[in-house]
Each structure stands twice: as structure tokens, then as C-alpha cells.
């Protein structure tokens, strides 16, 4: 409760007194002087004293008493009172309600009209010193604070503050929390100074309870509701709705998507009687009932135009409209329809067609008929293209992305383009849009964007799970709007137990101010490959490799570019001596012949080429289509020769609502332009081999050709093969690949997508093979001279008793002079697996979200189809930060 040091009973006793002073007389004599004579009494009784006021006083001084922060000469000039100046009642009335009327005093008493000597006694308003926020959880301060009037330094005032109450008792109900309540309370402090708390308690969203509808014969209450944004509050995934509060906006919203739900169902005279929501008796829900008349359904009936350009003819118009006379009315066909006209007059020059659809209802056979209208426009140009809002990016960076300039013909179809390559260079926000205004003439237009900027550097941190890998984590830096001129730097940094590596990458699609694009890249990266033993991993070989590459790359059309490229890469292959060697050569037992072979240094010298096309429609595709076609030759000099091709494809199709679908597809081959080293040698080296695609549902290097290891056990002096999970497996990678993916995702309510959320459902489908099977080795046991004993070797036996000894390069067997010399230990048996086109499947969803910690991609997935030897991931995810 705000409290004040006098009551408003105070103030009027005080204009009460100087009316009574001012007067020389009390309100009684001045009654009695106004009443009329009284009939003389029975009995004598002395005569009434009448006492006549005089009209005027002069005021002979004015005293001020009780001001702190304002002067006397300030108070009474509000009180518009001075010396030698006449007054009567009424002007000294008129002075306090002045005086009040500042909004600056609590409390003003003026006494002495008696005397001429006044003396205006004030208590001022007090002056706020700060406003405090107490109990808002649900609207945090900055939502609540510029709702409020009242701030510190200003004068404190009940007005003010019973205004400031309504205004953050609308911002709650806005929020659908009718229960708020909101108590001001005030705490005095010294030097007249006060701080103004408001105590507020949020209460409970009001929800609404039952959304009833009336009158809908033709449509259940369960259909309808599905057309309004409002839904009932309940249900098992309940606390995920954000849109079962009530809000009197969405009510209002919710009539006209009625409307528009009827109307493409042929009732061309619906309408809402009535919409009224009401509190629950416990005044914490709502119940809303619309009342609507459906009408009459009507069908189409004849479809004609009436086009006033010539270039526009009433033929091509009728075509646009995509109706069939005799079916339902549907007037979002017709919205449709008046889309694609102006969409076809502005391709021809018309920015501001005048295009209409004219109804002729006939009530009797419930037909619509319908015309089109367009009306005489000249055809216009482009005066100039404004762009505001870029406060980084340079004004060219997005006037050379635009396809028409200042003077040309205006071309929607341009426009439109002009729009999606703008929002392709992913550093404004996601539903930018060119605006057109008239110019100075009727055939000029202006073009406008007002962009707004978006982070465009980004700081990434991305991780995966892996059930090899167990956790990756890469550190990337990367800015694509470098110092506002539309150019990328990016550098990185990445790290698991099996990779490392750093680049630094820089490239100019403008270089010069040219349509070329320019780039160069440098790295350093060290792979270290591994196999799987049970739940354990060991490293097998190392790759270090160190090189550069420039690209260059400029537009052949307005989708279509073509890029070139130069790579220098010298590659290390090298095997952890300790556990791979043996009499410092590499042990084809322990490493494989496979491994073995890849050992030393290789240059790769490549050149390469790009074909790409691409419409699409931005940063996030809701339309058009993307494809790629690169080749690469490796034997421009260097240590290796082949022809590398790889083609991928990826098609956007949106259907309303919120659903776009993609098609992926993409495939490569490695032709080898050198012969093979040696038998059981592939040609292609296995460094320079495919080890993708990267299947959701599949692990890293899960799928394609590789070596399983079984290992051997020994049962009373007999080797079988162990099933159990001591095999191990090395990925060999392939030289052919393809892939395919088909992702929908789906729609999401208000509050889901405003937080950046967007799910999505997939089905993965690939497959890697093409390798030549490697020498494989099947050894039974490993025969050691016992302790103790001095110059017998170590040999391979195809048996436990090590009775033969195994030439490794023949196979060729020898028996044994004193087998009891040996102690065998089990060997293992290779197999060779995956090499196959047959196709891998996985099916799964995921999850995109625009978190407070950067983009974040969640994936969940099952391998549904898989080959012998897949190693299979149910999860992964990546997560990095914008800056």
C-alpha cells in the first residue's frame, strides 16, 4: 500500500479554512446572510449578527515554509501569487489546486488571508531514489524495466505508480498469467528521498481448459481445433506446449485461421458469430466457445480474366489459375493464383501490378465464379537499391550478390534471385527480404534490404562418441565475413587419441573484386589408425602428412561454376617398432602383410576440377537443388598415379507447415593409372583410398573392406577358432563408394522454433568396397624356445605341438628335430570381409538446435541392414559457438 502523511479529509479542511479566514467570518454567518428572514418568535430573542465579507485583500507578503528542494520564488510562481497583488477566495483556491496540479507536493496548507500576510506551507513529494523488482521469476527484469515510467532522480507521485502497476499487470497478462498480482510499497529514507518496491507475485500461467465451438455441422470440435494456434492444456507430452496459455491476440488469430480453414473448404459464407473466453470459478483457466455459422458450400463455377497488359494476355492468365470448374471452392487456390500472376508480371517489368480476383456468387446453384483482374501498370525500373542495417559487412560484399543494378528493368524473377544469394552467404538473419517502393516516378521502383547481422565467426567445438573412438574433439576457429569484406580465414585445430591435426585455410571469393574465387591452404595432420581387440583398441599405423593447396574458381552462369585446384602432399606411413617388428623387420604375424607393405614416404603431386551447380535458396534450403562433379589427377610428378572422381547431388523440396525434405546422393571412384606393386597389392595405396561414407548408425571407418583377426585357442593339445571377442579388425578403405540419404524434417510449434529447434527424421543408406584382397596369413601356433635354451628360433606351427615349422614366405612345411624345446602359443587366422557394393541401411532422427552454447546436431540411429564384420553407433553429436 502506498501511505501519505495527510489524507485527503487534511487538504479540504484546508481549502476550508481559507475560505472562513479570507471571509471574516465563520460558514455559518455566511449562511445566515444567504438565508431568508425568519418569522418573529413567540418570545424575544436578540437579532441575528450579519457580517459581510470584504471582496478584496492585498497580499502584503508571501512566506514559504517547508521546501527542501525548491525555492520560494519557484513556489510561488506556481502558485502564480506575489506582493501587492489582490485576492479573494477563489484565487487562493485556484493557487492550491496549481500548486497540486505540479504533481510536486504531498501536503499545501495556505494561511493568513486574514492578515494579507500568506504564508504557503508545503511537504514535498518525496524523490526516488531506485526501483526495486521483487518475486519476478517467470519476466526477468529487462522485460519488465522499460514497461515501467517511474525512475530514479524523478518525483515520487501515487499516480505514477498505480500506472506503472497496471502496465506490468498487461506485461503478465500478455504472458497469459491472469493470477498476477502486483503491491508497491514505498521505503523512506533520509533527505526526503524514497525507494519504490514492487512486490510482485507471478501466479500460475491461466491456461485454457476446454475450447468448445458451436454451430460447426459439417466439422468435429477435435478438427477444428486442430486449425487454431490455441490448444487445450493436458495430455501426456503437455509440458512441452507453450500455445495452451490464453492470450486475446491468438483468440483474435485463431478466428481468422477459422476462417481460412472454412474458406478452402468451399464455405464461402462463413463467419464467427461470437468468440468469448471465460474464467473458471477458481479464476485459474479459461474456457473459450466460439460461436460460427458454416453456410452454404459452394464450387467452383466458370474462371476467367480481364488482363489490361498486353504482354499479359487473358490466355496466359487462365493458365496461371490452377482450378478445375465444378470442383470445391478453395480461395487459398486463388491466393495462389494472384501469387503467380504477379509473379509473372513482375518477370516482365511489372513491379506493381495491379491484380485482383472479382467474385460473382451464385447463391441459387452455390457456384463461385471467379475473374481475374489486372489492371493497367506501366512497366518500371530500378532507381536505386538502398541496404541499411550492415554495420560490418561492406555495402559491395552485398550489392555484387544483388542481380539487377540501379537503372535496369525491374525482373522479379532477378529480385528474387538477387534475395536467396544474399541469404546464401549465411551472414544475415534467415527470413530476409527485398522490399519494393514506389520511386520518384510511377515507373521507377526502389529496392530495399534492411539485413540484419549475425555472428559469422564461429569458435567450434565438436565431439562424437564412438564405440572405437570413444570421444572426439576438434577446436575450430573460423571467420566468413573476415573484417566485413565476405572473405573466409579459418583455422583449426583437432584432437583424439587417434588424430591430430592443424590447418590454416584463407579464401577470397571476390579477389580483386572479381568474380574469382582465390584460396590457399595449409596443414599438418598425424593419423593414427587403429584396430579393434575385444573392448580394447591398439594403434596400428601412423600417417604424417604435411602439404598446401590453391584454388581458384569463378561462375560459368548464374548455377553453374567451375573450380581448379593444386595439392602437394608428402605422406609418412610408419608402424610402432616394439609392437610390429621383429629382428628390426616388419612382422607380417603382428602387423599384417598388408600394413607392412604401405611403410615409407610418398609424394602426391594433384591437380583437380570442379563442376558445381547450385539454386538453392539459402544458408538452410527449403528449395532447389545442389550438384557437384570434381576429379582429381595425382602424377602431376610425385610418387603415385590415379584418377580420383566423385559426384554427389542433394535436392530440397518444402511442403508447407513446416516440412522440407531432402534427397542425397553422392558416389566416387579411384581409378589407378599405375600398375598394382606385387601380388596381393592393390594399386591404389591405402592411404590414398576411400574410408567413407560416414552412415548415421555406423562408426568411424565402420563399413567397407577389411581384415578380421580370429584368434586361436588350445583345448587339450587341439586349436579352434575363439568366436568370443578377442578379434581384431583393420579398415582397408575401397576405391568405389556411393551413398544415399532421404531426410524429412519436421515442423515444430512457436516456442520450439524460436529456440532454434529442428528435428528431423532419416534413412542413411551406402556402401564401400572395390580392394584387392591382401596376402592372408593362417597361422595355428607360435612356437618360442623354452627358457633356458640358447639358439633355436622362433617359427610358426600349423599345430600345438609344434612338430612342423611353417616357412612364412612358401608355406612350405619342415619338420621339427624336438618339438619338447617349444612352448606354442595360439596364433590367429586372417579373413577377409566387407568388400562388397551390397548396401548398408540406417534409419534414425535428429536433432538440430541453435543453443546457448552454439549449433548443436544430436543423432540417434539403427543400423538396419549391415555386412559381415560392420562395427555398428546408436549416438553422436557435434556442438560449437558463433562469435
Known amino acids: 500500500m502506498i501511505s501519505n502523511s495527510k489524507s485527503f479529509s487534511s487538504r479540504a479542511g484546508a481549502l476550508l479554512l481559507v475560505g472562513t479566514v479570507l471571509g471574516g467570518t465563520s460558514t455559518a454567518a455566511f449562511a445566515q446572510a444567504a438565508a431568508p428572514a425568519a418569522p418573529p418568535a413567540a418570545e424575544a430573542a436578540p437579532a441575528p449578527l450579519v457580517l459581510t465579507a470584504p471582496a478584496e485583500r492585498v497580499i502584503q507578503s508571501i512566506n514559504v515554509t517547508g521546501n527542501q528542494r525548491l525555492e520560494p520564488e519557484t513556489i510561488r510562481a506556481y502558485a502564480n501569487l506575489s506582493n501587492g497583488q489582490t485576492y479573494t477566495a477563489s484565487k487562493l483556491d485556484q493557487a492550491l489546486k496549481d500548486l497540486y496540479a505540479t504533481q510536486l507536493f504531498a501536503d499545501v496548507t495556505i494561511s493568513g488571508a486574514d492578515t494579507g500576510n500568506l504564508v504557503i506551507a508545503v511537504?514535498?513529494?518525496?524523490?526516488?531514489?531506485?526501483?526495486?523488482?521483487?518475486?519476478?521469476?517467470?519476466?526477468?527484469?529487462?522485460?519488465?524495466?522499460?514497461?515501467?515510467?517511474?525512475?530514479?532522480?524523478?518525483?515520487?507521485?501515487?499516480?505514477?505508480?498505480?500506472?506503472?502497476?497496471?502496465?506490468?499487470?498487461?506485461?503478465?497478462?500478455?504472458?497469459?498469467?491472469?493470477?498476477?498480482?502486483?503491491?508497491?510499497?514505498?521505503?523512506q529514507l533520509d533527505q526526503n528521498r524514497v525507494d519504490v518496491v514492487f512486490e510482485i507475485y507471478e501466479g500460475d500461467l491461466a491456461k485454457v481448459q476446454a475450447i468448445n465451438v458451436i454451430g460447426n455441422n459439417n466439422f468435429g470440435d477435435g478438427r477444428l481445433r486442430k486449425e487454431m494456434y490455441t490448444k487445450q492444456a493436458g495430455g501426456i507430452l503437455g509440458f512441452l506446449k507453450s500455445n495452451d496459455t490464453y492470450d486475446p491476440d491468438r483468440l483474435a488469430a485463431d478466428q481468422q485461421k477459422l476462417r481460412a480453414f472454412y474458406l478452402t473448404q468451399g464455405y464461402a459464407d462463413f463467419r464467427v458469430v461470437s468468440a468469448l473466453a471465460e474464467l473458471t470459478p477458481d479464476r485459474r483457466d479459461f474456457v473459450i466457445t466460439y460461436v460460427i455459422e458454416e453456410g452454404a458450400r459452394y464450387k467452383f463455377g466458370t474462371v476467367q480474366a480481364d488482363s489490361a497488359l498486353r504482354?499479359?494476355?487473358?490466355?496466359?492468365?487462365?493458365?496461371?489459375?490452377?482450378?478445375?470448374?465444378?470442383?470445391?471452392?478453395?480461395?487459398?487456390?486463388?491466393e495462389d493464383a494472384v501469387t503467380d500472376v504477379e509473379e509473372a508480371a513482375g518477370n516482365l517489368g511489372y513491379a506493381f501490378a495491379d491484380i485482383s480476383p472479382v467474385y460473382d456468387r451464385n447463391s441459387e446453384r452455390r457456384?463461385?465464379?471467379?475473374?481475374?483482374?489486372?489492371?493497367?501498370?506501366?512497366?518500371?525500373?530500378?532507381?536505386?537499391?538502398?541496404?541499411?542495417?550492415?554495420?560490418?559487412?561492406?555495402?559491395?560484399?552485398?550489392?555484387?550478390?544483388?542481380?539487377?543494378?540501379?537503372?535496369?528493368?525491374?525482373?522479379?524473377?532477378?529480385?528474387k534471385r538477387s534475395q536467396d544469394r544474399i541469404q546464401s552467404l549465411g551472414f544475415f538473419q534467415e527470413k530476409l527480404e527485398i522490399k519494393q517502393a514506389e520511386g520518384s516516378a510511377p515507373d521507377r521502383v526502389i529496392l530495399s534490404v534492411d539485413v540484419e547481422e549475425k555472428p559469422?565467426?564461429?569458435?567450434?567445438?565438436?565431439?562424437?562418441?564412438?564405440?572405437?573412438?570413444?570421444?572426439?574433439?576438434?577446436?575450430?576457429l573460423s571467420q566468413n565475413n573476415f573484417m566485413g569484406k565476405g572473405q573466409q580465414l579459418d583455422a583449426s585445430v583437432n584432437y583424439s587419441r587417434y588424430s591430430k591435426s592443424i590447418q590454416l585455410g584463407f579464401v577470397d571469393p571476390y579477389f580483386l573484386d572479381k568474380q574469382i574465387l582465390l584460396g590457399a591452404q595449409i596443414y599438418r595432420r598425424d593419423v593414427s589408425s587403429f584396430n579393434f581387440v575385444g573392448n580394447s583398441r591398439e594403434t596400428t599405423y601412423a600417417?604424417?602428412?604435411?602439404?598446401?593447396?590453391?584454388?581458384?574458381?569463378?561462375?560459368?552462369?548464374?548455377?553453374?561454376?567451375?573450380?581448379?585446384?593444386?595439392?602437394?602432399?608428402?605422406?609418412?606411413?610408419?608402424?610402432?617398432?616394439?609392437t610390429f617388428y621383429t629382428n628390426g623387420l616388419c612382422d607380417p604375424f603382428k602387423a599384417g602383410q598388408y600394413l607392412c607393405d604401405e611403410i615409407g614416404k610418398r609424394t602426391t603431386s594433384s591437380v583437380g576440377y570442379s563442376v558445381l551447380f547450385d539454386n538453392t535458396d539459402g544458408f538452410r534450403p527449403t528449395r532447389g537443388q545442389r550438384f557437384t562433379m570434381s576429379q582429381d589427377f595425382a602424377g602431376l610428378g610425385g610418387d603415385v598415379r590415379y584418377l580420383r572422381t566423385r559426384a554427389d547431388g542433394t535436392k530440397y523440396k518444402g511442403f508447407g507447415g513446416g516440412f522440407v525434405l531432402s534427397l542425397h546422393a553422392e558416389g566416387g571412384l579411384i581409378v589407378p593409372l599405375q600398375k598394382s606393386p606385387g601380388e596381393f597389392r592393390d594399386a591404389i595405396r591405402l592411404t590414398d583410398r576411400f574410408f567413407g561414407p560416414q552412415l548415421r548408425g555406423f562408426d568411424i571407418r565402420g563399413i567397407g573392406p577389411r581384415v578380421e583377426r580370429v584368434p586361436y585357442i588350445f583345448t587339450d593339445g587341439v586349436a579352434t577358432l575363439d568366436n568370443g571377442k578377442g578379434r581384431t579388425q583393420d579398415a582397408l578403405g575401397g576405391r568405389a563408394f556411393y551413398m544415399g540419404r532421404?531426410?524429412?524434417?519436421?515442423?515444430?510449434?512457436?516456442?520450439?522454433?524460436?529456440?532454434?529447434?529442428?528435428?528431423?527424421?532419416?534413412l542413411d543408406v551406402g556402401s564401400l568396397w572395390?580392394?584387392?584382397?591382401?596376402?592372408?596369413?593362417?597361422?595355428?601356433?607360435?612356437?618360442?624356445?623354452?627358457?633356458?635354451?640358447?639358439?633355436?628360433?622362433?617359427?610358426?606351427s600349423p599345430n600345438p605341438q609344434c612338430t612342423f615349422a611353417i616357412n612364412p614366405v612358401t608355406g612350405q612345411q619342415t619338420p621339427v628335430g624336438d618339438p619338447t624345446k617349444f612352448?606354442?602359443?595360439?596364433?590367429?587366422?586372417?579373413?577377409?570381409?566387407?568388400?562388397?557394393?551390397?548396401?548398408?541401411?540406417?534409419?534414425?532422427?535428429?536433432?538440430?538446435?541453435?543453443?546457448?552454447?552454439?549449433?548443436?546436431?544430436?543423432?540417434?540411429?539403427?543400423?538396419?541392414l549391415k555386412q559381415d564384420g560392420d562395427k555398428t553407433k546408436l549416438f553422436s553429436f557435434n556442438v560449437g559457438t558463433s562469435f
Open 123 to 187: 511537504k514535498e513529494n518525496p524523490v526516488i531514489n531506485r526501483i526495486i523488482l521483487e518475486g519476478n521469476k517467470r519476466l526477468k527484469e529487462d522485460k519488465i524495466t522499460p514497461e515501467i515510467k517511474l525512475a530514479p532522480r524523478q518525483i515520487f507521485t501515487r499516480s505514477a505508480v498505480r500506472a506503472d502497476v497496471d502496465r506490468i499487470l498487461e506485461l503478465y497478462r500478455r504472458q497469459g498469467r491472469f493470477a498476477a498480482r502486483v503491491e508497491p510499497k514505498i521505503v
Open 770 to 796: 572395390k580392394v584387392t584382397q591382401p596376402r592372408l596369413t593362417d597361422i595355428v601356433a607360435i612356437c618360442s624356445p623354452n627358457a633356458g635354451t640358447t639358439g633355436l628360433p622362433t617359427f610358426q
Open 742 to 762: 532421404i531426410e524429412l524434417e519436421l515442423p515444430t510449434n512457436s516456442a520450439l522454433r524460436s529456440a532454434g529447434i529442428r528435428p528431423s527424421v532419416f
Open 311 to 334: 504482354d499479359l494476355p487473358n490466355s496466359e492468365v487462365v493458365g496461371l489459375v490452377k482450378v478445375v470448374p465444378g470442383t470445391w471452392f478453395n480461395a487459398k487456390k486463388i
Open 367 to 415: 457456384l463461385m465464379n471467379v475473374t481475374v483482374k489486372v489492371g493497367q501498370t506501366p512497366r518500371v525500373y530500378v532507381e536505386r537499391i538502398d541496404i541499411t542495417g550492415n554495420t560490418t559487412t561492406r555495402d559491395k560484399v552485398i550489392r555484387r550478390e544483388f542481380r539487377v543494378n540501379e537503372g535496369d528493368a525491374f525482373n522479379a524473377l532477378k529480385v
Open 543 to 578: 600417417q604424417n602428412s604435411t602439404g598446401f593447396g590453391l584454388r581458384t574458381g569463378f561462375p560459368l552462369t548464374e548455377f553453374w561454376s567451375l573450380g581448379g585446384r593444386y595439392n602437394l602432399v608428402q605422406d609418412k606411413v610408419t608402424l610402432n617398432k616394439a
Open 823 to 864: 612352448t606354442a602359443s595360439p596364433g590367429s587366422k586372417e579373413v577377409f570381409l566387407g568388400n562388397s557394393p551390397k548396401p548398408r541401411l540406417a534409419i534414425g532422427i535428429g536433432f538440430n538446435w541453435v543453443s546457448p552454447f552454439g549449433p548443436l546436431r544430436i543423432d540417434l540411429a539403427r543400423a538396419i
Open 456 to 476: 559469422t565467426g564461429q569458435l567450434q567445438l565438436s565431439g562424437g562418441y564412438s564405440s572405437l573412438e570413444r570421444f572426439v574433439v576438434q577446436l575450430g
